[in-house]
């Protein structure tokens, strides 16, 4: 079973710490080229600018098996100024409004800090403290001598650290993710040829993983991604029957979601190798959300795909929470399913 050593903690950090809103994800794949290189057999940023990263195995009639795990993250970009260093922003990707007022940001290549502003309570009407706050009445603050252009991206300020059994940062979807990949290449088996997608734009649409999917034209597809987990007490103080998912239960296995019905044979198999190496795994309950499996599913003649993810809560929010145990069992599960993996997996229905 593979550990999770300091280094790994180091590069995660790095990871999430990087500022790669979707369609500008130059940060993270500069450090994802520095690290996939020296293990890769090939490496190629495509068009839409994914990292795609093929480690060749040996011997005949080897599966292709592609692993995918997205680099953006949801953030703002900005499109007007004005006055005293405040900027007008969009959101790219999905937000709740309510997390936004009064956070720490960072804008542009430079990182220039910045804070998120709203009216203070003491000068808003009962009115407006009643109503939704709405993200385009809040503003980017950088202050006087803060500096923007039209088009720059923004994100959370970096806030990486760990706290006993647990992660929280920004980012952790999906860095957590492109950490396990780096990772998995690093051990990658000999009998299958390894397709890695470090893909582009996931939070907007999926749209980096459909081009790398068609582009390796794989037998079997795996989404490694973070999943909201639902498991907080209701506000009742009663016991949540609806949990989505758990921290500390394991990786989570899909079965369905808003974009895919995820292969029954891929998830069974995912499944048995869980009991048979005692690796701690949970089925992700069905509905909502979706990862890049929904994507590479219907290219070229289709692909028999499933995802995958690490826990966390407080999802596209300033910092999220997962647990360690979750991200080695994670890579575990993946690792040992890579190592067994044969094209009688699909034999049946």
């Known amino acids: 079973m593979l550990n999770i050593e300091t280094s790994q903690f180091r590069l995660l950090?790095?990871?999430c710490n990087a500022m790669a809103v979707s369609g500008d994800e130059g940060e993270v794949r500069k450090i994802v080229l520095e690290e996939v290189k020296p293990y890769a057999d090939q490496v190629k940023v495509d068009a839409l600018g994914s990292v795609l990263v093929l480690k060749r195995g040996k011997g005949a009639g080897r599966m292709r098996i592609l692993l995918d795990a997205h680099m953006d993250e949801v953030g703002f970009m900005i499109v007007n100024e004005g006055e005293e260093g405040i900027y007008e922003f969009d959101l790219v990707g999905g937000f709740d409004a309510r997390h936004l007022v009064g956070k720490q940001v960072i804008v542009g290549k430079e990182h220039t800090p910045g804070v998120i502003g709203a009216k203070p309570i003491h000068l808003a009407s009962r009115d407006e403290l009643r109503r939704k706050i709405e993200a385009d009445s809040l503003r980017i603050d950088l202050g006087p001598g803060g500096k923007a252009k039209v088009g720059d991206r923004a994100t959370f300020a970096p806030n990486f650290?760990?706290?006993g059994p647990s992660i929280l940062s920004k980012a952790i979807d999906d860095r957590i993710g492109v950490a396990i990949l780096i990772e998995l290449l690093k051990h990658a088996p000999s009998h299958i040829d390894l397709c890695l997608s470090f893909s582009v734009q996931e939070e907007i649409g999926l749209r980096g993983a459909k081009v790398a999917g068609y582009y390796f034209d794989p037998d079997i597809a795996i989404a490694i991604d973070s999943t909201p987990a639902r498991d907080l007490p209701?506000?009742?103080?009663k016991e949540n029957h609806s949990y989505n998912t758990k921290l500390g239960?394991?990786?989570?296995?899909?079965?369905?979601?808003s974009s895919t019905i995820d292969?029954?044979?891929l998830v069974r198999f995912l499944m048995e190798i869980g009991e048979k190496h005692k690796i701690p795994h949970q089925l992700r309950q069905p509905g909502g959300g979706g990862t890049n499996a929904g994507a590479i599913q219907k290219i070229r003649a289709g692909v028999p795909v499933v995802s995958v993810?690490?826990?966390?809560?407080?999802?596209h929010s300033p910092i999220s929470i997962s647990r360690v145990d979750d991200w080695k069992n994670t890579l575990n599960l993946m690792h040992t399913a890579l190592r067994q993996i044969k094209r009688d997996v699909l034999a049946s229905r």
């Open 309 to 315: 993810s690490v826990p966390h809560r407080y999802t």
């Open 234 to 237: 209701d506000y009742e103080g």
């Open 13 to 15: 950090e790095k990871l």
């Open 263 to 265: 292969d029954p044979r």
């Open 249 to 257: 239960l394991g990786p989570a296995i899909y079965v369905a979601n």
């Open 161 to 163: 650290r760990r706290a």
